[in-house]
């Protein structure tokens, strides 16, 4: 009689393969650590996923992946559409939406931004900085036909962006309290937002 795998089996084991991939990365990873995590033997892990590949699929769907993509083009999308004072407005709606599934599915965009390499997902995080790189560059070209972006200049605000997505991960990472995440995250905003209006200006020339 075949074994039934129980819901409630599949529900630890993605959670313990979430934490795990988080903290070691999909390469560092092994279902060893992730059955270890989830309280089970690693025959009855193999059972429910018989590779590793396929519980981080499971872990980290395609929806979910998708659904961060989307929210991010609609954010970069505000950002290079709207007046600067309310694109940038970490409480504007599009702001607020990501912030909440950032809470939601702390662990999986963790992951998604940083911890990927090696995965179906390896090319997230280079997505993530070319859509805030994109954003930001329409936005200071906006001001003008005569602004040039210079090659180092670019250089720059890439880095900025390298930076905003480990930091990003860093903070999600650090504590699962969604109190404590908001601040870190609006803390983070209030320091990077005035840096990002202060190289807009110094492209300009202004």
């Given at each position: 009689?075949?074994?039934?795998l129980k819901?409630?089996?599949?529900?630890r084991?993605?959670?313990?393969g979430?934490?795990?991939?988080?903290?070691?990365?999909y390469?560092?990873a092994?279902?060893?650590?992730?059955?270890?995590?989830?309280?089970?033997?690693?025959?009855?892990?193999?059972?429910y996923?018989?590779?590793?590949?396929?519980?981080?699929?499971?872990a980290?769907?395609?929806?979910?992946?998708?659904?961060?993509e989307?929210?991010?083009?609609?954010?970069?999308?505000?950002l290079?559409?709207?007046p600067?004072s309310?694109?940038?407005?970490?409480?504007s709606?599009?702001?607020?939406?990501?912030?909440?599934?950032?809470?939601?599915?702390?662990?999986a965009?963790?992951?998604?931004?940083?911890?990927a390499?090696?995965?179906?997902?390896?090319?997230?995080?280079?997505?993530?900085?070319?859509?805030?790189?994109?954003?930001?560059l329409?936005?200071i070209?906006?001001?003008?036909?005569?602004?040039?972006?210079?090659?180092?200049?670019?250089f720059v605000?890439t880095?900025?962006?390298?930076?905003?997505?480990?930091?990003?991960?860093?903070?999600?990472?650090?504590?699962?309290?969604?109190?404590?995440?908001?601040?870190?995250?609006?803390?983070f905003?209030?320091y990077?937002i005035?840096g990002?209006y202060?190289f807009?200006?110094?492209?300009r020339?202004?």
């Amino acid at each position: 009689m075949p074994q039934v795998l129980k819901p409630e089996i599949r529900a630890r084991i993605l959670s313990a393969g979430l934490e795990v991939f988080a903290a070691q990365g999909y390469l560092g990873a092994t279902m060893n650590a992730i059955a270890e995590s989830a309280g089970l033997a690693a025959a009855s892990l193999y059972r429910y996923y018989p590779s590793k590949a396929e519980l981080f699929g499971a872990a980290i769907t395609p929806e979910l992946a998708a659904r961060f993509e989307q929210l991010l083009v609609q954010r970069v999308h505000a950002l290079a559409q709207q007046p600067a004072s309310a694109a940038f407005e970490p409480r504007s709606s599009y702001g607020s939406e990501m912030l909440e599934f950032w809470l939601e599915h702390r662990l999986a965009v963790v992951v998604l931004l940083d911890r990927a390499q090696g995965s179906a997902y390896e090319q997230y995080g280079e997505r993530f900085v070319a859509l805030l790189l994109k954003s930001t560059l329409e936005q200071i070209r906006s001001a003008g036909p005569d602004v040039k972006i210079t090659p180092s200049a670019k250089f720059v605000l890439t880095r900025i962006f390298e930076s905003t997505r480990t930091t990003l991960a860093g903070i999600l990472a650090h504590s699962d309290n969604p109190r404590l995440l908001r601040d870190a995250i609006q803390a983070f905003w209030s320091y990077q937002i005035p840096g990002l209006y202060g190289f807009a200006r110094w492209v300009r020339n202004e």
